[in-house]
């Protein structure tokens, strides 16, 4: 069954925004996918678990969100388990049981309100869990042929004021259907579309070096509360890499007056921003089905059980089992003391000292999965913490992680410390974002009346200066 362009009219769920928006996604191009082979002039009717979802007429389908639970959609585990059922009763509209064909062949019958009964096919691993019409259905819609990721980005508002037509602010790289992709956003435009630089635009490009990928691209500006803006979504498809571009969204996407004058999308200084790639298959024609990396988790595996160590750490009485490649092929730091001429060199059991027991723990899984793990008690105290111990140990892009935590975690009552932090340790990225945070006047008043202040003013002399300097220059 061939997938032409469709237009796609829905309300957007509330709610948890991650799991509804995979969800939503997914059922948009199922129903899409079911809809391809509707061509007829009186509208249709798509139902799933006996309640109508959507109304499919000529290409079009119009579907109401607001309950996922009636898309019969569950997200099972990590992005890219598809699990969706959608049956289309055509002419009467008469609802009809039908069966879900899961992994391993599995049947089961579906029914109203079973939505938790379609966990069969996803938590097997296999992505081709499909409709089985049984004679039951008019449809088959592979559900293996649409592939899903999302990737959210949030913008330090205030940051972006000082930054010219043009610039790009890059979100982190995603899977979808295959292949790599990411999120270009131009705060105050593009320079081709935008040349007074009061718009937002978003454009998504194809990292992966793939031609003629048919994608479904959505872009959600999200609220204080959490839940996607209904005035601010915009949904295209496209053939990707887009002839004669590198990339193709919208410009514009929303204005930034528009953002500044609502009370209901900047939260913390911060503007969301979710979006989802969803990759139209047919046949075989998509690309060969390739798992994730999973090296982190072999390696992590690889610590815990701590098979093949050969050196140990002693971190204030605690004993820390590991690896000298593995370790030195992640810090210079530590590649000097394990395989160079230092003494650590030839010894099994090294003493570190300046380093917590918790911290080296946290420290020292990082260096194996490349996560950074943290429990929902960690506080400033503990990303102070790593980041100093990343600073020693030359692990800059744990060290950037940790600015960024700390980042998040800034008070008016904090400030001071947290910059002293970044001083200390030569973070200008944290620092440069705690000085301007500092200077703000209703934070200046909290900030120099804290103990921290008084530190920063034994300690570092200099910051004092700057944030003076600061201070005048706003005047």
């Not at 004993?319 to 593995?326: D, L, N, P, Q, Y």
């Not at 105290?381 to 030359?394: G, H, P, R, S, Y």
Request: proline share 3%.
């Amino acid at each position: 069954m061939s997938l032409t362009p469709l237009l796609l009219q829905c309300h957007r769920p509330c709610g948890h925004v991650e799991s509804e928006a995979r969800a939503l996604t997914r059922g948009l191009a199922i129903a899409a996918a079911a809809a391809a082979g509707l061509n007829a002039d009186k509208p249709h009717r798509v139902e799933a678990g006996g309640a109508k979802v959507a109304t499919v007429r000529q290409g079009t389908v119009v579907v109401d969100c607001n309950d996922v639970e009636i898309l019969g959609l569950v997200v099972a585990g990590e992005v890219g388990f598809l699990i969706g059922i959608v049956v289309v009763v055509v002419a009467g509209g008469t609802t009809n049981p039908f069966t879900a064909v899961g992994g391993g062949r599995r049947r089961r019958r579906w029914g109203k309100g079973d939505a938790e009964g379609l966990a069969c096919g996803g938590a097997g691993g296999r992505r081709g869990l499909s409709v089985g019409d049984g004679g039951l259905a008019d449809i088959v819609v592979d559900v293996g042929m649409l592939e899903s990721g999302f990737v959210e980005l949030k913008l330090d508002w205030a940051a972006t004021k000082s930054l010219s037509i043009g610039a790009i602010v890059l979100s982190d790289e995603f899977s979808a259907g295959g292949h790599v992709w990411r999120v270009r956003c131009y705060p105050h435009g593009h320079k081709q579309h935008d040349i007074d630089g009061l718009h937002v635009s978003v454009f998504l490009q194809l990292v992966s070096e793939s031609k003629n990928v048919r994608a479904l691209f959505e872009a959600f500006l999200m609220g204080v509360d959490g839940a996607p803006s209904k005035s601010h979504t915009k949904s295209s498809v496209q053939v990707y890499p887009p002839e004669g571009f590198d990339a193709w969204g919208f410009s514009p996407f929303v204005k930034r007056a528009d953002l500044e004058a609502s009370s209901n999308c900047v939260k913390d200084g911060h503007v969301t921003f979710m979006f989802g790639v969803t990759v139209l298959l047919s046949g075989d024609q998509g690309p060969v089905p390739v798992p994730s990396s999973d090296i982190a988790d072999h390696l992590g595996h690889l610590l815990d059980s701590a098979d093949g160590s050969d050196v140990s750490f002693d971190v204030a009485g605690e004993t820390f089992r590991a690896h000298r490649a593995v370790l030195a092929a992640r810090s210079p730091v530590f590649k000097a003391q394990l395989l160079g001429s230092m003494a650590e060199a030839n010894m099994s059991r090294v003493t570190l000292h300046d380093v917590k027991p918790g911290t080296f723990q946290i420290m020292l899984r990082f260096m194996y999965t490349d996560k950074l793990e943290e429990s929902s008690s960690a506080n400033i105290e503990v990303f102070q913490n790593l980041l100093a111990a990343a600073d020693m140990f030359q692990l800059d892009r744990l060290k950037l992680m940790c600015a960024q935590k700390l980042w998040e975690r800034v008070s008016a009552e904090n400030v001071a410390t947290v910059l002293g932090c970044a001083e200390t340790h030569s973070c200008p990225e944290l620092k440069n974002r705690c000085l301007d945070f500092f200077v703000v006047e209703k934070n200046f008043k909290v900030a120099v009346l804290t103990e921290g202040y008084y530190r920063l003013m034994h300690s570092f002399p200099s910051v004092i200066d700057e944030i003076r300097e600061r201070v005048q220059s706003k005047r």
